[in-house]
């Protein structure tokens, strides 16, 4: 406890806070000339980048910016993420719905001109949304565990794609409207959006063709090649629609004088900062070299700080280096986690109960390597961590965690809500843990309700695992059929309709 007490005086790799953002003076004017844009004629943006460039920071600092506006009533900021979990159908959308709600609860029907009527279209986007992203059925799945999940899957409702983009549309239209009476501008803002399904990104590619006044659209993407982000997909979908990109470069001169002061309360003269923008320029490689100079109590002087820089090269490494033990200890046990992270199965992963569930809470946020979320699960403060965790995991420790996280989200799985996000998991740990019998059956299931969902990708990565299980077990029976499957879902990969989504 001592030693992760320690650490508390570490900034964390968390998005920065609005009052905290440095620099990036020409991006935000670029953003906010499109946010006055918005008032007449719906406007979309871009902000790209590699990972650690600062991206979802300039979302934080636009939202600020938005309900900063002087005058009349605070306009709606609606923000959602897009987690690295594949199969998880308009999930940030929905969530963007969440945000809406809680909006709207918040406003008098009478008061507001147009407040039910934006009432009922998020009702009914909700329900649309619902009908179609989850491709299974929630009842009965409680009290099943292991091979027994197989089987409690119902029959997808008939609700198609044309319904999904009718139902948001309209949503944008009702939020417009409402927003429009006040003269302020809604701002919708998409994080990580490379990591979205193909149907994700095709919503989004629709949606910005025609955005109503009053509404901006803000979205995050990781431009880095050969990365597999889907950047380079992105760029393609959105060449015709005129969304502009703003994509982020290092860190100048001044501006990492101003995060040092502002975020660090150092002092860094010309000659240091001038180092640091020619080896380190990205926030989170900043991040990382100051919080090691504070872990060691040490000046930021030039020499200081390319003591520091001769480290580990991953400026993720060079985090870690200032982590105590436990923490590093907490950090390798979750990181095979998809994100959102559950609390009950973080506990369980930890061996935690009771008050020290409470306790991991704290001292997680105080480690400053991971992050709460709105809904109330985890995450890793930055994608980054997560990735250099899993690369140093080895081949036995990886298989010994991937066991013990499928075992816990079936200890757990009678507390948890997300349904979907809970098979999906089963079917990634199961794989990786080696527990074939159990990974044959749940991808393949899963893989053909998101060939009839026409999320091919996530369709041909779950098939693709189910053949592989099979492979292991020597079943030449059931692997004929999942051979079969994979083959029904390169066909759709490859025909003409692909071009469509």
Sequence with gaps: MDEVQQQVEGVSYAPTPPEEFCGRQEELERISAALSRAREHGQAVMISGPSGIGKSSLLNRLAYEVQECPGGLQPPVLRAEVFDLPGMIFFAFRELLKDLRRSAASTRSGETPGAEGMKEAIRYADDVFEKY?????????????????????????EVGYDRVYQAFEELLRELGRLTAGTGRVAAVLLDDVHLASSLDRRLLRDVVH???PGILLAFTCRGEDGAGSGYATMREELRDSGVPEVPLSGMQRHEI?????????????????GL??????????????????????????RVNIADVLAGPEDPAGLAFAALPGS????????????????VPVMACMLDLQGAGVTLMADRMQESGMFRRLPGGEYAFAHPLLQEHCRRELTADARVALNARAADCFERSIHRLSGRLHVLLSLACHFFHAREYGKAADLNLELGVRFYHREDYDTALMLTERAIVSRERLGDDALLAAARQQRDLVRQKVAGPGRAAQ
Excluded: Y
């Design 133 to 157: 992203a989850a491709p299974v059925e929630p009842v009965g799945l409680l009290s099943k565990t292991g091979e027994e999940i197989i089987g409690v899957f119902a029959r997808s409702p």
């Design 327 to 342: 923490a590093r200890a907490w950090a390798e046990e979750l990181c095979v986690l998809n994100p959102p992270f559950p």
């Design 210 to 212: 025609d955005l109503p």
């Design 276 to 301: 640091l923008e020619e080896t380190s320029g990205d926030p989170f490689s900043l991040m990382a070299c100051f919080n090691v100079l504070r872990h060691r109590r040490l000046a930021p002087s």
């Design 257 to 273: 004088q101003e995060m040092g002061e502002k975020r660090f309360g150092f002092s860094i003269d010309d000659a240091a900062a």
